[in-house]
Nanobody
Framework: VQLVESGGGSVQAGGFLRLSCAAS?????????RTWFRQAPGKEREGVAT?????????????AYADSVKGRFTISQDSAKNTVYLQMNSLKPEDTAMYYC???????????????????WGQGTQVTVS
């Protein structure tokens, strides 16, 4: 299983970036969490946004966000490309971090931001906001 992030970079405050996370080597699961985490130097890793594939009562997707990014970030997915995106607008210096995508296919009773419940991780992409 391989998750490959891309789209990071350096931007000025107020700018935007779009991160991508392409998955390969695993059978696309209709029920799974695909989540973006981030970790800034000296800080713990935190959940940023998640998309729960097939999470609602009719098989659609549900999303959730950390309070710090609500209204600024949007998570989406393209099942045909097995790719999850994170559109980040109105970026702030405090958004500076390494961003990781992760997938969990079990442990759904735990909150989505519990990183220990995630099985697959990407290598990360750096986002720097100045």
């Amino acid at each position: 299983v391989q998750l490959v992030e891309s789209g990071g970079g350096s931007v000025q405050a107020g700018g935007f970036l779009r991160l991508s996370c392409a998955a390969s080597g695993y059978t696309y699961n209709s029920v799974a969490y695909r989540t973006w985490f981030r970790q800034a130097p000296g800080k713990e890793r935190e959940g940023v946004a998640t998309i729960h594939i097939g999470g609602d009562n009719i098989g659609g997707d549900t999303t959730a966000y950390a309070d710090s990014v609500k209204g600024r970030f949007t998570i989406s997915q393209d099942s045909a490309k097995n790719t999850v995106y994170l559109q980040m607008n109105s970026l702030k210096p405090e958004d500076t971090a390494m961003y990781y995508c992760a997938v969990r296919v079990s442990g759904f009773l735990s909150p989505w931001y519990y990183d220990t419940t995630y099985t697959y991780w990407g290598q990360g992409t750096q986002v720097t906001v100045s």
